[in-house]
């Protein structure tokens, strides 16, 4: 999951919550009559063809450490580029809020107060944005992104999308206006409205990206693009990160380790309130109501 470069605390930390993560999802797709599959969808896995050392290091140092919240075991939820902060597990999906998995932003240093300037506000969120510096992820290549569309293949990505899903207004022809008119204190896109010929589609956290080809997270505004009669042409999409955000940033703890940060002051970062402990008896794996 890591790659075989990785520095020993972040190889540490992504051990634990792989464990962690394989250990709690056993049960999720009882009904489908498996465990795990060995991709993103749930957690990849090479076989013997992605044994290095260092990984073996890793399992040995750590070996029946999990990561726990109380009693239980953590959604240990994780992406590869958070883009600068964070997501809590409400802003991309639906359900139980899970305590330890906050807005936290993604830098060893104090560069932004989330407490005094929350990203819903899209003012804040453009300024964020336009900070490179000073984080975990500073130099990655989706860290920051500028991707732009032109109308007609937004128009195509979003009738395909409404046509999959079986959603309304799958027949319209062209886009008019594309709107972000929700944000959540972590900059994540909660409502997403688009105007088309035949009227108003609402796109919701990550339908968002399900939607259009462009954005690699849902932390990003739109900038409408005009051709030389000031007509709509397109929209660039501007942001930051790629996958949920949920969660360890992969190359975040690759710098936090480099800096010296061991493993547990990395998952301590990424996941507050929790602890490491071995596995034991009294630890709950998983929760029907959840």
């Given at each position: 999951e890591i790659g075989k470069g990785a520095p020993k605390g972040a190889t540490e930390a992504q051990t634990i919550i792989a464990r962690t993560y394989a250990l709690r999802n056993l049960r999720r797709f009882k009904a489908d009559d498996y465990q795990l599959c060995a991709d993103t969808h749930c957690q990849v896995y090479k076989g013997l063809s992605g044994v290095t050392p260092n990984t073996d290091q890793a399992i040995t140092s750590t070996r029946g450490l999990v990561l726990t919240y109380g009693s239980e075991l953590v959604d240990a939820l994780y992406s590869s580029t958070t883009g600068g902060?964070?997501?809590?597990?409400?802003d991309i999906?639906?359900?139980?809020?899970?305590?330890?998995?906050?807005?936290?932003?993604?830098?060893?240093?104090?560069?932004?107060?989330?407490?005094?300037?929350?990203?819903?506000?899209?003012?804040?969120?453009?300024?964020?944005?336009?900070?490179?510096?000073?984080?975990?992820?500073?130099?990655?290549?989706?860290?920051?992104?500028?991707?732009?569309?032109?109308?007609?293949?937004?128009?195509?990505?979003?009738?395909?999308?409404?046509?999959?899903?079986?959603?309304?207004?799958?027949?319209?022809?062209?886009?008019?206006?594309?709107?972000?008119t929700k944000r959540s204190p972590s900059g994540r896109i909660l409502k997403l409205e688009v105007k088309t010929d035949k009227g108003l589609v609402e796109l919701h956290k990550t339908e968002v990206r399900s939607a259009f080809g462009p954005p690699r997270s849902t932390l990003f505004y739109l900038k409408p693009v005009y051709?030389?009669?000031?007509?709509?042409?397109?929209?660039?999409?501007?942001?930051?990160?790629?996958?949920?955000?949920?969660?360890?940033?992969?190359?975040?703890?690759?710098?936090?380790?480099?800096?010296?940060?061991?493993?547990?002051?990395?998952?301590?970062?990424?996941?507050p309130g929790t602890r490491i402990q071995p596995l034991n008896e009294s630890i709950v794996f998983w929760r029907e109501s959840r």
């Open positions: 902060v964070t997501a809590p597990f409400s999906w639906n359900g139980d809020e899970r305590p330890y998995l906050k807005a936290v932003i993604d830098s060893p240093q104090k560069v932004w107060d989330l407490s005094q300037q929350s990203l819903a506000s899209e003012e804040s969120f453009r300024r964020f944005i336009a900070l490179e510096e000073g984080f975990n992820e500073t130099g990655r290549n989706v860290f920051r992104w500028n991707r732009e569309s032109s109308i007609e293949q937004l128009s195509d990505d979003l009738q395909r999308y409404l046509k999959r899903t079986k959603r309304p207004l799958a027949n319209f022809k062209k886009i008019k206006r594309m709107q972000v051709d030389e009669n000031e007509n709509l042409k397109a929209y660039a999409f501007i942001g930051g990160g790629f996958g949920h955000g949920v969660g360890l940033s992969q190359y975040g703890s690759y710098n936090l380790a480099r800096l010296g940060w061991s493993a547990r002051q990395i998952l301590a970062f990424y996941y």
